[in-house]
């Protein structure tokens, strides 16, 4: 990675990390939990400890923040935030039992009725459910979630009318875990780093802190992750 890079990436982590605990938003998209999701790769590459329990104590603060009525959804709710816990322990940033520390926001996710959702968005509607499913049960030996709750989000998404390529996608993934079939590493990766992102020269405080909508730790978590592609010649 070339200097200008780790400069801005140094930045970058200096910004969130004074920062991060004023963000009143604990989600995923554009809250603390995108932070993390960044701090944690951010510590890997520097390897550094410190960030890392930086990134542990960011995640506690989240927990004790969520609440009953909090969203469901994928971009600023329980569905994103449990993607993202699912996605911090695949990747070994996070050493515990998925099934033990998700196990209440699956049942508060599980109450949304999927047979009844319209709203095909990944930020608010069934695209964003089906991404979480898929985190949660993918490559495992027995189902995470009720196996009714997927086959009925399968068939809400078969009924969209509008079947763009990532809905196909998703149907696909659902289809394999519900054929106990193994589901490929693409399945399992960031899905809002499918945007496009203009790497700046440097940080404008006035942009959005999250991963989304060219935000500043989507910024960095955009430049971390083509570094460790290139390490792993992918």
Sequence with gaps: MN?????LLQTI???LLINSSFNNNSGLLNGKMGIVIFLCHYGRYKKSKLIAKFAEELIREIYSE??????????DGFCGIAWAIEYLIRQGFVESDPDAILAELD??????DVRRISDYT??????????YCIARCGNRNRFSLPEDYIQDLFNSLLNSQDKDDEIIFLLDGLHKILQKETLPAIYFTPVFLKDKYKIPDKINTESPRGLTNNGIAGIGLHILLNNEKKSLHL
């Design 66 to 75: 969520m609440h009953l009525d909090y969203p469901i959804n994928f971009k």
């Design 3 to 7: 200097q200008q890079k780790q400069a």
């Design 13 to 15: 982590f200096r910004y």
């Design 107 to 112: 049942q508060k996710i599980i109450e949304w």
């Design 122 to 131: 990944l930020e608010s509607g069934l695209k964003g459910v089906a991404y």
